[in-house]
């Protein structure tokens, strides 16, 4: 079928065109490598000249690579891409077009290569994975000889501020690397990638392909499956570190601590988001159950599988979250609860100009307004008190930070009524620690939250001041009654209520640690532990459910077959 097609293409083209006209058309716009569409664009990057100015030898090694200018390659695969010198050779003298001696004296010439050049492709992370969408959906053939024009979400000048956001941070040979994902959302685009700090040296997308572990900047799927199930910003639980929280018969009970092992007596849910208290977060991840919280996250925009093992409250998860995830997922809370997919390609037109395709992202409501308007009103004290002010962009925003254990991995996401951005910091390597980048540890809340503050202040600079949406109040079950759990308990989801925001209660201030701090649960004897991909820190792992409960009367039991 393919073949007919072509010969019927061919033979409408050739009644409107000559064949050298063709072929013209042809060797403009053919691919040959090294970023190189058409001979003449070819001719510069591999000889440095003209197409004119072409020797014999070159011509015929341009020629013999048309076929596969990957696997035959000057730069990379030069026996390959001479032995199709001489084909090209031998064949033009079998046609007469030129001498049989003009053929052998060409084939004794391997042409000299100009150095290669680093690539200078505008956005290179994201015109990569642009181009992975398409090849996907369309094929090879299509995508690279089928005429189409794909118009993409990319704002060249919030890409320009990202990637001299990044830059100007890190500016030291042996310093971290870092990615960057903006979004728009409610429209789902994406205006900025940043996938890594040399796209030269190492081609590989952290935002898009990278999976690493977030740290505390998983907590809001924790506050907003809470929210869901009632709990409400002033509900207090108790901060002591270290916490023992027994999970599964025959499991050693998992320890977690805060930053020091310093504890903070009972502490309500906005300040234990605000100070990024682990403790606390454990608490309600038990109270709230593992799996409504894997749920939540999946259904705010987080596309790799979540374990729903108890550590995930504070972070360790199994595999890890790109910043594209993490990006779309916090949008959904600037979106007062509707998730919006992400958008790369807003249009594509055939050769014909037709419109093949039209952005169209799936729409879903992952929860209320309330709830969003209740979560952005807590994140708002990370930025302006918590553990990222230096993000504080002197404009209504919201955020979280995140640093894993060992500083292998730092985070800050964060958003304003109409742009969410996530950064990451960390080394290709994950099991490299950032004990010392220009002076500190590797903290969420120093260099990506800088990050975040220099691209979000430079590109929103001179845009209207937006407040966010008034949903309505925060979300509380028993409006004069606070709730305190010691340790965590069931509990049963409750109806959302809308009641007046509640006065704050003021709490001692941690200083951000990192977030899983000795959290990581041991494994029980005989059991096996969950398997995690190179560079990843494992979740936790339950045991089977027990028959009975445990004789431990300090720590409520839970069957974990009920999370």
């Not at 390659?73 to 030069?78: K, N």
């Not at 093992?309 to 972070?315: E, K, S």
């Not at 100009?353 to 409501?365: D, L, T, V």
């Not at 620690?433 to 500190?440: L, P, T």
Request: glycine residues 8%.
């Amino acid at each position: 079928t393919r073949k007919i097609r072509e010969a019927i293409i061919a033979a409408q083209l050739e009644k409107k065109y000559t064949k050298k006209q063709i072929l013209e058309a042809y060797l403009n716009t053919i691919y040959l490598g090294q970023g190189a569409y058409g001979i003449e664009a070819a001719a510069e990057v591999f000889f440095r000249k003209k197409a004119s100015n072409l020797t014999l030898a070159e011509s015929a090694l341009l020629a013999g690579i048309t076929k596969s200018p990957e696997s035959f390659s000057p730069y990379f695969h030069p026996e390959e891409a001479y032995k199709r010198q001489c084909i090209v050779l031998d064949r033009m003298a079998e046609l007469g077009y030129i001498t049989k001696g003009s053929a052998e004296a060409a084939k004794k010439i391997r042409p000299k290569l100009a150095p290669i050049r680093p690539e200078t492709i505008i956005a290179p992370y994201f015109v990569e994975y642009v181009k992975q969408l398409l090849i996907n959906e369309y094929g090879v053939n299509k995508v690279f000889k089928g005429g189409l024009r794909v118009y993409t979400s990319l704002d060249l000048r919030a890409q320009a501020f990202a990637e001299q956001a990044i830059a100007n941070r890190l500016n030291y040979k042996n310093d971290p690397d870092a990615a960057l994902v903006s979004i728009v959302p409610q429209t789902g685009h994406i205006i900025a990638m940043v996938g890594g700090r040399n796209f030269n040296t190492f081609k590989f997308n952290l935002a898009t392909q990278g999976r690493r572990q977030p740290g505390s900047a998983f907590k809001p799927f924790v506050l907003i499956t809470a929210l869901k199930q009632g709990y409400g910003p002033n509900d207090t639980f108790d901060s002591s570190s270290p916490q023992v929280i027994r999970y599964a018969r025959g499991a050693p009970p998992w320890i977690v601590h805060n930053c020091e092992g310093k504890g903070y007596g009972m502490m309500t849910l906005r300040e234990a988001t605000v100070n990024s208290v682990n403790c606390v977060y454990a608490n309600v991840t038990m109270a709230v159950g593992p799996k409504n919280v894997a749920k939540t996250a999946k259904d705010m925009g987080i596309t790799t599988p979540i374990d729903p093992y108890p550590a995930i409250g504070i972070g360790g998860l199994t595999i890890g979250v790109s910043p594209l995830e993490m990006a779309s997922a916090y949008g959904t809370i600037a979106n007062g609860g509707v998730h919006v997919e992400p958008v790369a390609i807003v249009k594509i037109i055939d050769a014909k100009g037709n419109i093949i395709k039209q952005a169209k992202p799936k729409k879903s409501r992952a929860f209320s307004p309330v709830i969003a308007g209740t979560a952005i009103d807590i994140m708002k004290g990370v930025i302006t008190r918590g553990t990222a002010t230096r993000a504080n962009i002197g404009r209504p925003a919201a955020g979280k930070t995140g640093t894993n254990e060992e500083y292998r991995d730092a985070w800050f996401v964060g958003f304003t009524p109409n742009l969410v951005t996530a950064v990451w910091m960390g080394y290709h390597n994950a099991q490299i620690s950032m004990y010392n980048v220009h002076g500190s540890r590797g903290f969420g809340g120093i260099i990506p939250a800088s990050i975040w503050h220099d691209f979000m202040g430079a590109f929103l600079n001179g845009t209207p001041v937006l407040e966010f949406p008034n949903y309505g109040g925060i979300v509380s079950k028993n409006k004069p009654r606070k709730r305190t759990y010691r340790t965590y308990q069931r509990r049963q989801p409750a109806p959302e209520r809308t009641v007046e925001p509640e006065q704050q209660i003021q709490q001692p201030t941690p200083s951000e640690e990192p977030d899983q701090q000795n959290t990581t649960p041991r494994t029980a004897p005989g059991t096996t532990p969950p398997s995690t991909t190179p560079g990843t820190t494992p979740g936790t792992t339950p045991g089977t459910a027990p028959n009975e409960p445990p004789h431990r009367r300090d720590i409520p039991w839970i069957d974990p077959n009920e999370w």
